[in-house]
């Protein structure tokens, strides 16, 4: 089992294939994803990962978050979850996770806030069709009819579906598909609609009900520190100027040096002429 990802939701947009066919997809990004801390079994009683994601500033966190990020030294994250993962899935502190992670036609589990609606009416909340709209029906006939149960038990059933708070609670929907990655830019194209607003993180892990695709890299697919190739020519120009201003100081400095050593053989023939001079007057 490995680690799940924190993403963050964008929105949702539309794919098309080579043969035309618009697929409806949730776009999602990865918002600096790191491992924060490592739990074992030895001192947590089971192993797993915890990551975050987000960027947060200091003077906005708890003073007991703050020891915590200070501590393990990683940057302050504005949100924080746990996955549990095998023993040899582990991966180290400060860890950065790329869209890699995920291969395209994989299976994901995919989890959320779902938008909150308020207090809705029983039609709105558990799709009831409502009372007939007829003669003596009134105005009640979008209500949820009675919910009682007579004298035995005499009480209405815990559960009973009626009127009440509608979403805001934790989704999860099973087995969406990847259809596409785009590692330069950290997103993630997941098939159908996935719970909650735009700009809410969700949490994607890899599809319980699903075989894991072989391609997938384990433990995990994370960033390399590595320099793309333009950098690399910068930086090999950079140090082929830097190498031929030595060279012209170095041919300068010779030049003033010779110079130097002219004068002074100059100036030593003039004295022992003036010498010889002299000496035979």
Do not use: C
């Not at 915890?50 to 501590?71: E, S």
């Not at 719970?195 to 995990?220: H, M, Q, R």
């Not at 031929?244 to 053989?265: G, M, W």
């Amino acid at each position: 089992m490995r680690s799940g990802l924190i993403l963050r939701k964008i929105g949702m947009t539309r794919v098309f294939s080579n043969d035309g066919v618009d697929t409806p997809v949730t776009i999602l990004k990865l918002d600096n994803v790191q491992v924060v801390n490592i739990r074992n079994q030895e001192n947590d009683g089971y192993n797993a990962i915890q990551i975050g994601a987000g960027a947060v500033k200091t003077k906005n966190l708890t003073k007991p978050l703050r020891g915590y990020f200070a501590k393990l030294k990683v940057e302050p994250k504005k949100i924080l979850r746990e996955f549990v993962v095998e023993d040899d899935m582990k991966l180290n502190i400060g860890d950065t996770f790329s869209a890699n992670h995920f291969v395209v036609g994989q299976k994901v589990d995919a989890s959320g806030i779902s938008i909150g609606k308020g207090f809705s009416g029983a039609m709105k909340r558990h799709n009831f069709s409502g009372l007939g709209a007829s003669h003596g029906v009134s105005i009640s006939h979008r209500s949820h009819g009675s919910t009682g149960n007579s004298q035995d038990p005499g009480r209405v059933w815990k559960g009973k579906k009626m009127a009440g708070q509608y979403g805001n609670v934790k989704k999860t929907i099973q087995n969406l598909s990847i259809v596409n990655i785009n590692e330069e830019n950290d997103l993630i194209f997941v098939k159908g609609s996935i719970p909650g607003p735009k700009n809410s993180y969700v949490l994607i892990k890899d599809a319980t009900k699903s075989k894991l695709p072989e391609a997938v890299l384990k433990p995990a697919g994370l960033k390399k520190d590595t320099i793309s190739d333009d950098n690399q020519q910068l930086v090999k120009n950079k140090e082929v100027s830097d190498k031929e201003k030595l060279e012209k100081k170095d041919q300068h400095l010779d030049h003033e040096l010779l110079a130097k050593q002219n004068s002074n053989k100059n100036t030593t023939e003039i004295s022992d002429s003036k010498e010889e001079n002299k000496v035979e007057d």
